[in-house]
């Protein structure tokens, strides 16, 4: 069986990755950009991406706290 190397840090770099591309989806998916039929709640969206962002600033702020103690 294959195992793969996932650490505390991919996980961060991955909460930023996917709470940015939320945050830009949501954005693009504004009604000022003339998109009024679209089934996804942007509201939902950016629910979701803040909490990622708030996820990776913990995960972030676990890592400098191992750092400082160690």
């Known amino acids: ?3 793969f ?7 961060a770099l991955w ?3 996917n709470s940015l591309i939320m945050i830009v989806a949501a954005e693009l998916l504004a009604p000022y950009f003339g998109r ?7 509201r939902k969206l950016r629910m979701v991406a803040l909490l990622f962002s708030m ?3 913990f995960t972030v ?3 400098i706290l191992t750092l400082a103690r160690g």
């Open 1 to 3: 069986m294959m195992s």
């Open 5 to 11: 190397d996932f650490s505390f840090w991919d996980l």
């Open 15 to 17: 909460f930023a990755s």
């Open 36 to 42: 009024k039929k679209v089934l996804v709640d942007t």
């Open 55 to 57: 996820a990776f600033i």
């Open 61 to 63: 702020g676990i890592k």
